[in-house]
């Protein structure tokens, strides 16, 4: 028995069908997606914050951190962020000096300078650029709450005393 519309016919219209319904053609899970990225963290991942949110768990993780050659102050790392609906990998880098302690956040949009005052007050506006930065220069302190490391601070030589504050800068297009 024949069909009524023939083969390169039938491969046309699904073609046209894709071009007119993207999301019908093909289409990719975004949980599967999701959930083969999050079988893949990579293997150096330091989890820094592991909380609930809507729809599951938000995780913030730091991996590859590096040590610059030319400034023993400077480290470089990418910070993995994941949330039921989504995972972000940021480049970052932070400044280890006592009279300067800085964290610097990239994301598509902006470029955050964010003043560290190691040892200080921790609220929840700052607890995860203390968590990051803490990670960054004392590898050995990944992970600990900050708000226990004012002595800790105080005999590295940080004043405790660094006022917080924050530089928002727009992303130069390539």
Same mark, same amino acid.
């Given at each position: 028995?024949?069909?009524?519309?023939?083969?390169?016919?039938?491969?046309?219209?699904?073609?046209?069908?894709?071009?007119?319904?993207?999301?019908?053609?093909?289409?990719?899970?975004?949980?599967?997606?999701?959930?083969?990225?999050?079988?893949?963290?990579?293997?150096?991942?330091?989890?820094?914050?592991?909380?609930?949110?809507?729809?599951?768990?938000?995780?913030?993780?730091?991996?590859?951190?590096?040590?610059?050659?030319?400034?023993?102050?400077?480290?470089?790392?990418?910070?993995?962020?994941?949330?039921? &609906?989504?995972?972000?990998? #940021?480049?970052?880098? $932070?400044?280890?000096?006592?009279?300067?302690?800085?964290? =610097?956040? *990239?994301?598509?949009?902006?470029?955050?300078?964010?003043?560290?005052?190691?040892?200080?007050?921790?609220?929840?506006?700052?607890?995860?650029?203390?968590?990051?930065?803490?990670?960054?220069?004392?590898?050995?302190?990944?992970?600990?709450?900050?708000?226990?490391?004012?002595?800790? &601070?105080?005999?590295?030589? #940080?004043?405790?005393? $660094?006022?917080?504050?924050?530089?928002?800068?727009?992303? =130069?297009? *390539?």
């Amino acid at each position: 028995m024949r069909s009524w519309i023939s083969w390169p016919l039938a491969g046309a219209l699904v073609i046209a069908s894709s071009l007119l319904r993207p999301d019908l053609a093909w289409s990719i899970d975004r949980k599967d997606v999701l959930e083969q990225m999050k079988k893949s963290r990579p293997q150096d991942l330091v989890v820094l914050i592991e909380e609930p949110d809507a729809g599951g768990n938000r995780l913030i993780g730091m991996y590859g951190l590096k040590k610059e050659a030319g400034d023993p102050t400077l480290r470089r790392f990418s910070i993995w962020e994941e949330s039921p &609906a989504d995972i972000n990998i #940021y480049q970052e880098t $932070v400044y280890c000096s006592p009279s300067d302690p800085v964290r =610097v956040k *990239r994301t598509e949009t902006a470029v955050f300078v964010r003043t560290i005052n190691p040892g200080g007050p921790i609220i929840e506006g700052n607890r995860e650029d203390h968590l990051v930065w803490w990670a960054a220069c004392f590898p050995e302190l990944a992970g600990t709450d900050p708000s226990t490391l004012k002595e800790k &601070a105080l005999s590295l030589g #940080y004043s405790t005393l $660094v006022p917080e504050r924050q530089e928002k800068l727009p992303v =130069v297009p *390539r």
